[in-house]
């Protein structure tokens, strides 16, 4: 575990990193417009990032121990059908939330 | 803020000739009192992130104090950092005990998609005035989301509304976690597995952009390198893997139609 005083070093680094990411393109197009090769990333980028997170975020599954991500999954499954049928992000973020939990509860 | 009695005087007098009994109407119209207006425009707006940063704030401070750290870590990881995702793998960095060196390219690789953000911004923002270096610092998915997809009404200058809804979205963020932190020992068990909702809230942004691109490629090459990633390289190194082989296979995929 890093300690407090280290996290309270690494916090501010950390911060920097975040605000460079974000400044980058507005710092190095201040002055002239984004060539086409940018715009090609700005098109692609977007969903191939959120695909990679969405499965970052169920990495840790022990896949091989009962019930084997199955909860996951299944919560997963409802927020795709309930953001496709009623298009309402908070309803679809909660709904599959709080089946989630009563699955961890009762699996 | 000097705490002098004839600085007040002078501000109150600036702002407001009577402050508490005037109809909004006889009020001077300075620059809070047109903040004032733009957060209430906003705030309708950003009902929903109000609910989004307050559920996955909660978690967050909730996991910060649960990894042994003090409670006003939360609100200073969401005032400076002020990233979603970034925030918990920083406590789950914190936690592993990571290197500083791992942490920065960690966080650099996940917040790397900001600078995809921005490209889409510069135009909007050159009329931002002086709130732009905000704007730019506060651009997270959520706030990114309601910039673009919200008219800004005609009676609020547009760098303000956006301003306002960058400050209301980033207070919720701070709130969210600032009670995760505080009640994280009264919390009961049950609360297990709300950190899905970053899970869920990373699968409706991939569902809307899906809809919006009309082409699964990106977030099929997406998919399959994260899912490589992890089954090869293990769930502690995927990120990076996953960012920069999917990156590199999309160019190679769509540099040829181009």
């Known amino acids: 575990m890093t300690s407090v005083q280290d996290a309270l070093i690494a916090v501010p680094l950390l911060a920097l990193v975040i605000l460079a990411t974000r400044a980058f393109p507005f710092v190095l197009f201040s002055r002239r417009d984004p060539p086409k090769a940018i715009r090609f990333v700005e098109r692609f980028i977007p969903p191939m990032v959120m695909a990679v997170l969405v499965v970052y975020c169920l990495k840790d599954i022990p896949w091989t121990i009962w019930p084997s991500g199955i909860r996951e999954l299944a919560a997963l499954a409802l927020v795709v059908v309930l953001h496709l049928w009623k298009k309402n992000a908070m309803l679809s973020i909660f709904g599959g939330t709080a089946f989630y939990m009563i699955l961890r509860a009762v699996l | ?258």
């Not at chain 2, 004839?6 to 903040?35: C, K, N, Q, W």
């Not at chain 2, 990571?98 to 917040?111: D, E």
């Not at chain 2, 956006?162 to 976690?177: E, K, N, Q």
Request: proline share 7%; glycine share 8%; with cysteine.
């Open chain 2, 1 to 258: 803020m000097v705490n002098s009695k004839a600085y007040r005087y002078t501000d109150r007098i600036m702002l407001s000739p009577f402050p508490e009994s005037a109809p909004p109407s006889r009020r001077v119209h300075g620059r809070r009192a047109a903040f004032r207006d733009a957060l209430h425009a906003a705030f309708p707006v950003t009902i929903p992130v109000l609910f989004g940063y307050i559920a996955i704030g909660i978690p967050f401070g909730l996991m910060l104090v649960k990894a042994g750290y003090p409670w006003w870590l939360s609100p200073l990881m969401s005032l400076l950092m002020y990233a979603g995702a970034g925030q918990y793998i920083a406590v789950g960095l914190f936690a592993a005990g990571a290197p500083l060196s791992g942490m920065l390219v960690a966080m650099l690789a996940v917040n790397i998609r900001h600078i995809v953000y921005g490209l889409s911004l510069i135009d909007r923002f050159k009329a931002a005035g002086r709130w732009k270096p905000y704007l730019v610092f506060a651009l997270t998915d959520e706030t990114y989301a309601l910039l673009t997809g919200v008219k800004v009404p005609a009676n609020v200058k547009p760098g303000l509304f956006y301003a306002a809804i960058a400050v209301l979205d980033h207070s919720y963020w701070i709130v969210g976690g600032v009670i995760g932190a505080l009640a994280g020992a009264l919390i009961p068990f049950s609360f297990v597995g709300i950190d899905f909702a970053l899970t869920a809230l990373f699968a409706v942004l991939l569902i809307d952009q899906l809809k919006r691109t009309r082409d699964p490629l990106p977030a099929a090459i997406g998919i399959i390198c994260a899912v490589l990633a992890t089954a090869f390289l293990g769930p502690k190194n995927m990120l990076i893997a996953a960012l920069a082989g999917s990156l590199a296979v999309l160019v190679i995929a769509r540099g040829r139609t181009k």
